[in-house]
């Protein structure tokens, strides 16, 4: 009798949970700023304009971290 192999995807599977780990963080951080009356705006789907970037000194980016 010949045994049945499953070949799970590991690449699929840790796409599938960073992507949860995203959800879940933003979830949580508009609960924060409820919860402090600060307002809230998901850019995780607003693009980077690119020349914008070059108004800040990196100095100045990397302090602000």
């Known amino acids: 009798m010949g045994t049945l192999m499953l070949k799970f995807d ?3 599977r840790d796409d599938v949970l960073a992507a ?7 979830d949580f951080l508009q609960i924060m700023a409820n919860k402090y009356g ?3 705006a ?7 304009n690119v020349s914008a970037l070059g108004l800040i000194k990196e100095e ?3 302090a602000a971290l």
Not at 20 to 26: F, Y
Not at 42 to 48: A, E, K, M, R, Y
Request: proline share 9%.
């Open 42 to 48: 998901d850019l995780s789907s607003i693009p980077v």
């Open 38 to 40: 600060l307002p809230y």
């Open 60 to 62: 100045d980016a990397r």
């Open 20 to 26: 949860l780990r995203q959800q879940e963080e933003e």
């Open 10 to 12: 590991d690449t699929k």
